[in-house]
């Protein structure tokens, strides 16, 4: 059986002439390398023939029991090992620059208005989606095409070690962390452990010689910046780039460094931040500064981040893709400048808090009750106690009660906030509105 054990070498052989890999059989998977992963409900190496029988080109698998004496099958140690160094294998085959992007939020946005502006003048390279884990940034890479001129990484974590895991595999040569707030703190351990966390990107860039693209504004990040011989820093009078926020009612309006007046499809100006930083990483690659403006203006958001929906009278801002105390705050500001007749307020749980999830939720819902909100519908377990902290809260138990709740109130000239966690799924709520 040693025999039949293959090389990382071997493997990444196959994968340039297969260049795309895979780990889920119920997709499509032809043509694919398909990884044999190990997940907490289920072992991927039980697919593997069900892959190549969909057409993969080769199934890489972990466990023996699983191999046939057939070329296809691929055996190694450890699958998501494997995985993880084809990808720091291929990134050295490719002399571009990497943007690597943490932080507790608005990693997702930043990407994208990145990305959107550098691919004004280059092939560029995205994440797809979220793909910002131990799984996705060695995907995210293999994706990466010969072609490529560039490309930008996000990087998601939610214990110390994870970035500094991350950056090994992408080698990243500039780097970026959007903030630090108090998320994941479960698996960080506290507001400490999470800087700590999110600063290990800086970390290797400054043991690399890379190049930090710092916030200025935002004193955490300049504290953990230190040290740096060659920081880019945004978006302050005197630095590197300069821009303001105008407005952002609700719509972000900006002006850039040349004076000129940008109106966004961002709601909310929390998010000036993240656009701040892709006119500043613009400038550092040569972008048009037209060019740049015109990218940040035609972006619009999506994935159910801060998306304004119509419905009739009714809209709805729509931000469930993830919460945490900043970015609840945020929504609610947003949200603040939504003009209607009528306002219903959904919140569900904050995920990820630990021994201070109440106390986070309590003090969101103490502010709900300074606010004249027609409505405040709660979901979650957490929600379910910071409930008493505000008479008129609803709560419901299950998702199914609040869509019955909703669809027998006939609602119109109404402005909704959704906001939550990924895990309750509030777009869900969208067609009983």
């Known amino acids: 059986m040693e025999n039949n054990f293959k090389s990382l070498q071997t493997i990444y052989t196959y994968y340039l002439k297969h260049p795309q890999v895979s780990f889920d059989s119920r997709k499509d998977v032809a043509n694919t390398i398909f990884f044999a992963l190990k997940g907490a409900c289920c072992d ?8 190549l029988a969909k057409g993969a080109a080769y199934a890489v698998i972990d466990n023996p ?76 890479l293999l994706s990466i095409k010969k072609s490529t001129e560039m490309a930008v990484i996000e990087m998601g974590a939610n214990h110390i070690g994870e970035i500094a895991q991350l950056c090994e595999i992408v080698q990243p040569t500039h780097g970026l962390i959007t903030n630090i707030s108090h998320a994941h703190l479960e698996g960080f351990g506290g507001i400490n452990g999470v800087i700590k966390g999110k600063s290990e990107l800086y970390t290797y860039l400054k043991q690399h010689g890379g190049v930090p693209f710092i916030n200025s504004a935002d004193s955490v990040l300049l ?21 303001e926020l105008k407005e952002a009612n609700p719509y972000l309006v900006y002006t850039s460094e040349q004076s000129t007046t940008v109106t966004t499809q961002l709601i909310g100006k929390h998010h000036f931040h993240n656009v701040a930083a892709a006119l500043c990483i613009g400038k550092y690659f040569g972008i048009e500064p037209n060019m740049v403006n015109t990218a940040i203006q035609a972006y619009n958001p999506s994935n159910n981040r801060t998306q304004l929906i119509k419905k009739g009278t009714n809209s709805i801002l729509l931000d469930a893709y993830n919460a945490n105390p900043a970015s609840v705050q945020a929504a609610l500001e947003s949200f603040s400048f939504l003009k209607s007749m009528y306002k219903v307020l959904i ?30 519908l709660l979901h979650g377990p957490v929600m379910e106690k910071a409930c008493l902290y505000n008479p008129k809260a609803i709560y419901f138990k299950q998702i199914s009660n609040l869509q019955e709740y909703l669809s027998n109130h006939k609602f119109s000239n109404t402005a909704f906030l959704l906001k939550g966690s990924r895990s309750y799924h509030l777009e869900s709520l969208l067609n009983f509105i």
């Open 44 to 51: 991927g190496n039980i697919f593997a023939s069900q892959a």
């Open 65 to 140: 029991r699983y191999y046939q004496e057939d070329e296809r099958y691929l055996l190694v140690n450890d699958t998501l090992e494997t995985l993880q160094q084809l990808a720091k294998l291929h990134r050295s085959q490719l002399n571009i620059p990497i943007i690597a992007i943490t932080g507790s939020n608005g990693k997702t946005t930043t990407k994208e208005l990145i990305y959107a502006v550098l691919s004004q003048r280059y092939n560029c390279y995205a994440t797809s989606g979220n793909f910002n884990n131990h799984i996705g940034v060695p995907i995210s």
């Open 223 to 243: 504290n953990v910046a230190n040290g740096f011989v060659n920081p880019i820093y945004y978006p302050q009078k005197g630095d590197y780039y300069y821009c």
């Open 347 to 376: 919140l569900a749980d904050m995920n990820e808090l630990g021994e201070e999830s109440l106390a986070f939720h309590q003090a969101i819902i103490e502010k709900t009750a300074q606010q004249d909100y027609d409505a405040i």
